[in-house]
């Protein structure tokens, strides 16, 4: 009898879980950085690079050229997502106003930025970050710092996963951009 609450208890958790989690990337919900409800759903179709962001880091610098990047292919249909976070020693304090400003004021940014989240793993990691990290992912494993990169084609599939010292407009992320540009 134990042994067939145990396995009743799992079934209904599995079932459970299956039924909150989203289907695929496009349907995690998400808030722009002026709290407004959106998802991935928003950018169907197009080629996304993902991107967890840092006001106050090493890499604040890589701003520059994810805007570059996304002005020289965005008709072509890319998209850069800008994702605050504030994991990795504290750099990322700011508001979302502040946020906003010190992005468009100090790299003219025109890219979409979302709400801040947490991308380690644990309780409060977004299901976003879960999903592009997690165990299933195409390219498992914890982010390392900020400014790390995760190109999803127009299909919604993982791409690419490019590390904080991969420049955005890098030979390597370029060619990857380029190819997930051409798939229609």
């Not at 106003?97 to 004021?105: D, H, K, N, P, R």
């Not at 900020?146 to 390597?172: C, H, T, V, Y």
Request: hydrophobic share 40%.
């Amino acid at each position: 009898m134990k042994l067939k609450l145990i396995t009743v208890t799992a079934l209904a958790a599995l079932a459970l879980t299956s039924l909150a989690a989203p289907a695929s990337l496009k349907d995690i919900p998400l808030h722009d950085l002026a709290g407004k409800p959106t998802s991935l759903k928003a950018y169907e179709g197009k080629v996304l690079l993902v991107v967890n962001v840092a006001s106050q880091c090493g890499y604040t610098r890589q701003y520059k050229p994810l805007e570059s990047t996304y002005r020289k292919y965005k008709d072509q249909g890319l998209v850069v997502l800008g994702i605050p976070c504030n994991d990795f020693g504290n750099q990322e304090p700011g508001s979302p106003a502040e946020i906003q400003a010190f992005c468009t004021s100090k790299f003219d940014v025109t890219f979409p930025l979302l709400e801040k989240v947490k991308v380690k793993p644990g309780p409060e990691q977004h299901p976003l970050y879960a999903a592009l990290t997690g165990k299933d992912s195409a390219f498992p494993g914890e982010i390392k710092w900020n400014f790390g990169k995760f190109l999803i084609g127009r299909d919604g599939q993982l791409l690419a996963r490019f590390e904080s010292g991969d420049e955005p407009d890098s030979p390597k992320v370029t060619a990857a951009i380029e190819k997930a540009l051409a798939a229609k």
